[in-house]
């Protein structure tokens, strides 16, 4: 630790006035919530009904990469953004949306993990409420907890946490795969999949289909960025 503390660049190889200015916006950030991705994926799923549950969720990410909001900050190095600003977060209605709503005129005044939501957000995210009852990922679970669950839940047995609220984590990708081939290689190798293999099931199909919506809507994505620049 000392060593570190008392590091004296020997060369300009590295741009500490950039890293001293990043500090500084994160020092001095503002974070809020965005509902810019909560509108679209709503608008997808609606469009999506009754498809099979991988090629909807395939489906949206395309939506999403086309229509949400980029930019490119000065000073950024590697370009992407998950919502329409930067430090702000976007919403996963397809997780869990009731607690969202519940907690909108919350958030600022949290210890931690503090947003502040604008008047308007609060308005765009309550009109979308409504769709997800029932269709939200906690719904799924909850419909298929055993009782015997609930009940060991109630006696503070078990703790179900945020995993039946959020997505998975802890996930490490295979990056060297996805380094040699590209996107546009993966998309390509479940074309062939479904070219050539004649034994696959509809779920199987179903997969691959989706593969190659989503490497070409991440294609897509990296264009418009392009684009942009």
Sequence with gaps: MNGLLSFKPANQDCDFARIAKKQDQMFHRVATLCPERAEIITESFKHSEGKPIVIRRALAMADILEKMSIYIEPDMLIV?????????????????????????????????DSFQVSEETKARLRVLQDYWQGKTHQDEVLANLPHINRLAEKQGVLHRGGISMSGDGHIIPNHDFVLEVGYGGMRDIAKQHLAEDTDLTDEQKDFYQAVIITMEAALNYCKRFSLLA
Excluded at 82 to 107: C, K, M, T
């Design 80 to 112: 992407g953004n998950q919502a329409s600003a930067n430090f702000a977060a976007p919403v996963f209605p397809e997780y869990s949306f009731n607690w969202v709503i519940e907690e909108l005129d919350q958030f600022d005044k949290r210890s931690g």
